[in-house]
T-cell receptor
Framework: GENVEQHPSTLSVQEGDSAVIKCTYS??????FPWYKQELGKRPQLIID?????GEKKDQRIAVTLNKTAKHFSLHITETQPEDSAVYFC????????FGPGTRLSVLP | EAGVAQSPRYKIIEKRQSVAFWCNPI?????LYWYQQILGQGPKLLIQ????????DSQLPKDRFSAERLKGVDSTLKIQPAKLEDSAVYLC???????????FGPGTRLTVL
């Protein structure tokens, strides 16, 4: 079945810097790749997603890139703010949704 | 638009007891998912319904977990009997179709003593 790896597991950046989180997947049939933000004690919230027919997608300070050949996709957050601090999960959908283990992002003021 | 509703929000039981969780998806959403999220880990899909049919239940521990979505709307997830390792947050999510944007409910935090 699908396996999703995510790196790094923790990431600390200074406010205003950029943050990059990378995920790899194993199932070449996967075609939908969402990213979720989860604050402590809250539900996961979709922040951006990308489908396999697109290489990059951007929404204000957030962007996602997909490399189907290498089977990896990345989340880019620019001009980070303290409210970006949370756990971020990537996921891949082939036959079902498989989530990565998460990255704890801390934005230091 | 109302979101995904779940109840109860919290449940504490002793091992070997039974427990049931309820989920009401967003109106019109055909696909419903149940996830188990253990503290510090990503959500793990337990079962996926398309209307009232099961799409995937490969990671559902069927000796103790069961789920149903009889009328293609609400769903219940049951654990019988519970084990200590079942302590987790159980998240319900729904989407219009398969491989579509998922919207999560607030979750049920289960503690098994």
């Amino acid at each position: 079945g699908e396996n999703v790896e995510q790196h790094p597991s923790t990431l600390s950046v200074q406010e205003g810097d950029s943050a990059v989180i990378k995920c790899t997947y194993s199932d070449s049939a996967s075609n939908y790749f969402p990213w979720y933000k989860q604050e402590l004690g809250k539900r996961p919230q979709l922040i951006i997603d990308i489908r396999s027919n697109v290489g990059e997608k951007k929404d204000q300070r957030i962007a996602v890139t997909l490399n189907k050949t290498a089977k990896h996709f990345s989340l880019h957050i620019t001009e980070t703010q303290p409210e970006d601090s949370a756990v971020y999960f990537c996921a891949a959908y082939g036959q079902n949704f498989v989530f990565g283990p998460g990255t704890r992002l801390s934005v230091l003021p | 638009e109302a979101g995904v509703a779940q109840s109860p929000r919290y449940k504490i039981i002793e091992k070997r007891q039974s427990v049931a969780f309820w989920c009401n998806p967003i109106s019109g959403h055909a696909t419903l998912y149940w996830y188990q999220q253990i503290l510090g880990q990503g959500p793990k899909l337990l079962i996926q319904f398309q209307n009232n049919g099961v799409v995937d239940d490969s990671q559902l521990p069927k000796d103790r977990f069961s789920a149903e979505r009889l009328k293609g709307v609400d769903s219940t997830l049951k654990i019988q009997p519970a084990k200590l390792e079942d302590s987790a947050v159980y998240l319900c999510a729904s989407s219009l179709l398969n491989a579509d944007t998922q919207y999560f409910g607030p979750g049920t935090r289960l503690t098994v003593l």
